[in-house]
C-alpha cells in the first residue's frame, strides 16, 4: 500500500495533459474540414487546426482563394477564439485580428485590405460604382449583421461609374468623443481627395444594418460633360456652387 501510495501520480497526470495538448495543437486540419458548419467548405487543407490553410475557403456564396490563419492561445482562457486571418480572392487581399467572442459578438482589429469595387468580394455590393478600396480598421464591432462599433479609414481611388472618372474619396470613422450619442448609428465624414468633384458630407451607419449617405457636391473645372448632367439632376446648386445629396439603403 505503501509503494501504492507513493507513485507518482500527478507527474502521471501532468504528462498526460502535456500529450493531449500537443496533440490537439498539431491535429491534422485534413482531419477536422469534415466537423465544419453547414455551408462552409475548406478545399485542399494543409496544416493543423491552430496554423492552417485553405487554399480556397467557401462560406455561403462567397468565396475565398488562399486563407490562412493562426490561432491565439491565451484568449480560450475565456471562452473566446481569436486569431490572425489573411484571404486573398485575385488581386483583393485581407488580413486582420478577429475574435468570436461569447454571444456571438465579432471583433475585427487591426485590420487592413485592399479590394476592387464591383468585382472579386465585392462584386454585388459596390452600387454600380468602380475603383479600387483601401481599408483600415482600428476596431470593428458586430452584431451578427449589424455594426456596433467602426474605428476606421475607407479610401476609394479611380472612382468611376461606368467609364465616367469621379475622382478619389475617403470616408473616415474616428473614436466617439467621450459622452457622444450613438443610439442613432454610427457617424462617419466623407470628402474627396481631389478630382472632378467636390463632396463634402457623412455616411450613418444605423443600429438596423443600414446606412445613409448625404452631403454636399460640387462641379469643377474638369468635370466631365457626362458628369455634370448627371450631377445637375440633384437640382439647382445654392450659392457655393453646391447640390445637396442624399442616398440611404442596407448592407
Sequence with gaps: MAASARFPWRLVAAALLVVLVVFAVRWPLVWAVHWLPRGVVCERPAGSLWRGRCEALIVGAQRFDATTWQVRALPLLRATLAADVTARQGPDSLRGEIERRPGGRLIVQHAEGDLTLGEGLLRDSALGLHGRLHVEVERAVLHGRSLADLVGVFTVRQLRQGTVPMGDVEVRFEEPAPGADTAKGIQG???DLGGPLGIDGH????????YVVDGFVTLRADTAPALARQI?????P????????SIAGTY
Excluded: E, I, Q, Y
Design 189 to 191: 465624414t466623407l470628402r
Design 203 to 210: 455616411v450613418t451607419l444605423t443600429p438596423d444594418a443600414g
Design 232 to 236: 445637375a439632376f440633384l437640382g439647382t
Design 238 to 245: 445654392d450659392a457655393a456652387g453646391r447640390r445637396p445629396f
